[in-house]
């Protein structure tokens, strides 16, 4: 293990988050057995005391555990430069066979706290606990995630050794590589822009319809998620390239660096609330019948509709702006040899 | 109508000094009336009051004030059903000192969001109505009990509430205040408010106006008298 402030920060974070986790989980076991608003009993009563100081600890473990992706990304990429071979984030979260896995951890539930977050401000709106049996059901999934990502996170950290060698960004997200990463660096960029355009477009255009018309909000979340996993796609594929400023360079970590300005924080801090948000609006759907929210959640799902559609604009606007004013041509160079430093370092090897 | 089943409040539940303040309180309290909770020290009429208003909640049991119930609500609603339904007249007044009377009868009415002037207007306009008017200024330390309990009265009346509580009114007051108090709790009856006291004092409890009394023993209701 290297002894790293981020490291030991995330470590004990991730402890606590757990120990909180599963205290919480353990409440809503007994809410979804025992809960019963028609009853006076100790029993009901206690619970409903509980559930106020369990939501808000687990609404504080949430707040945290998004903030644990960026914190996560910022110490791999801090501590790159202890690997032989790694040049970012991606270098030191392929140290061992643990890191891909906690960041993917991570991002999903960076993704489903965020989710979690606004169910439950949903039903803290109302008085009478609508939806206090999904809202525990759905924390004690996250609960259980958070666990096996703390595992995965804690295997990550005890394994990282400051003589392993690795693979920099260029091999790891690179066309010939036959992983995930290597697909999403090998899609056809011009296919993919136009994919990538046309989702956030039409998830606008919906976006537009339901705070019209109050109707397409599944629709809308639909496209909301499929935006957020075409746009992940797509800063693999092709945004990051014109940040670079260089056709085979693919890395989605390189960009959260001093060189490219911290770009990427300001990319992945308007995508991934853009899907949380659009996604929402959706799974609010599904109480917008209930009788004590149905004055609460269509103004609440307009809202979130407005800043997950915001939150893609400006998403889109940062990704469009090397493209319009860098000199950066990446269709030229699809069709030129490709001189990269990389390529010619395969080609010099070959 | 307020309406009380099976109310048990224990307190330090589960640990060895667990004390039982009420237990399985049944109670329909009508609207619009007064009614004098009685009993000696210790019989449980301040839980009752403060379980009632909203200020703490019972072990058990459900309250229902106007059919909708009020032990289960989240803290953010059980405020505002404090602060709107509610008013509070302490044992011992809990006015803040160093601020005016004035003031002290305003703060209620901060998180209400109201207009500053209005709330002064009302805040004075309870002073005048209580002959308080020439006290508006002065530091509540500075004033005689009795004057204290007519702003603690002026500030439980600044939302308008349609229940007023008052918790062992008379303690610290001679005959004549306590029957000036008493009056003015007629006149707020009479305006519709309902009136739930908690006094052992004979004179509030047999007082002309009061229209039920409910005696308490140990946690437990032991003596109902409806007055015709």
């Keep these: 293990m290297i002894l790293n402030p981020g490291i030991i920060a995330l470590l004990l974070a991730s402890f606590l988050i757990v120990a909180f986790a599963g205290y919480a989980a353990f409440t809503g076991f007994r809410i979804i057995r025992c809960w019963d608003m028609r009853s006076g009993s100790p029993t009901q009563l206690s619970l409903e005391r509980k559930t106020y100081l369990v939501s808000s600890i ?24 202890l690997f032989v071979g790694a040049m970012c984030a991606a270098g030191s979260l392929n140290a061992n066979a643990n890191g891909y896995p906690t960041l993917v951890l991570k991002g999903l539930n960076f993704f489903l706290c965020g989710v979690w977050l606004l169910v439950n401000y949903t039903d803290n709106r109302a008085e009478d606990y609508p939806l206090i049996k999904f809202k525990y059901k759905f924390l004690i999934l996250i609960s259980g995630l958070l666990f096996v990502e703390a595992f995965f996170q804690f295997r990550y950290f005890i394994g990282l050794k400051a003589d392993i060698i690795t693979s920099c960004c260029g091999a790891l997200f690179s066309e010939e590589t036959e992983t995930v990463a290597g697909q999403m660096a090998s899609l056809p960029p011009r296919a993919t822009q136009m994919i990538f355009f046309l989702a956030l477009a039409l998830t606008i255009r919906v976006g537009i319809y339901f705070l019209v018309t109050g109707r397409g909000s599944r629709l809308f979340a639909g496209l909301a998620t499929g935006s957020l996993i075409i746009s992940v796609a797509s800063v693999v594929s092709f945004i990051s390239v014109y940040f670079y400023e260089l056709p085979t360079h693919h890395c989605p970590f390189c960009v959260l660096q001093k060189d490219y300005h911290y770009i990427g924080y300001a990319l992945y801090l308007s995508l991934l609330p853009a899907g949380i948000f659009g996604t929402s609006v959706g799974v609010l759907q599904r109480f917008s019948a209930q009788a004590s929210l149905k004055r609460i959640v269509p103004g609440l799902q307009k809202r979130l509709c407005i800043l997950s559609m915001s939150a893609y604009l400006a998403f889109m606007m940062i990704s469009l702006y090397p493209m319009i004013f860098s000199d950066f041509v990446l269709e030229s160079h699809l069709l030129a040899p490709d001189t990269s430093p990389w390529a010619i370092y395969q080609d010099v090897r070959a | 109508m307020i309406e009380l089943s099976h109310i048990t409040k224990t307190f330090n539940m589960g640990k060895a000094n667990a004390f039982t303040a009420l237990s399985g309180i049944d109670l329909r309290i009508d609207l619009g009336r007064m009614t004098v909770f009685k009993g000696p020290s210790g019989s449980g009429k301040t839980t009752l009051l403060s379980i ?17 119930e009020t032990t289960s609500l989240p803290e953010r609603f059980a405020a505002r059903i404090r602060r709107d339904t509610f008013g509070f007249i302490f044992q011992n007044y809990n006015l803040i000192r160093g601020i005016s009377a004035l003031e002290n009868i305003m703060i209620p009415a901060y998180p209400t969001g109201r207009k500053h002037a209005a709330v002064k207007r009302r805040a004075q306009g309870l002073l005048r109505r209580l002959n ?6 002065e530091r509540v330390e500075t004033l005689s009990g009795g004057e204290q309990q007519r702003v603690a009265i002026s500030r439980a009346l600044i939302n308008d509430p349609s229940i007023i509580i008052a918790d062992e009114p008379t303690a ?26 908690a006094s052992h004092d004979p004179l509030v409890s047999g007082y002309g106006g009061v229209d039920r009394g409910v005696g308490l023993r140990d946690g437990e209701i032991v003596e109902e008298r409806q007055r015709q």
């Design chain 2, 172 to 197: 610290h007051l001679d005959t004549d205040l306590s029957r000036q108090f008493m009056d003015i709790m007629i006149d707020l009856k009479d305006e519709g408010k309902t009136i739930l006291i």
């Design chain 2, 52 to 68: 009632i208003g909203c200020m703490s909640r019972p072990t058990s049991g459900r309250i229902r004030l106007d059919s909708r």
């Design chain 2, 132 to 137: 308080m008017e020439s006290k508006a200024d």
């Design chain 1, 58 to 81: 687990f609404a504080y473990v949430s707040a945290f555990q998004l903030l644990s992706l960026f914190m996560f990304i910022y110490t791999a990429d801090h501590i790159h430069t």
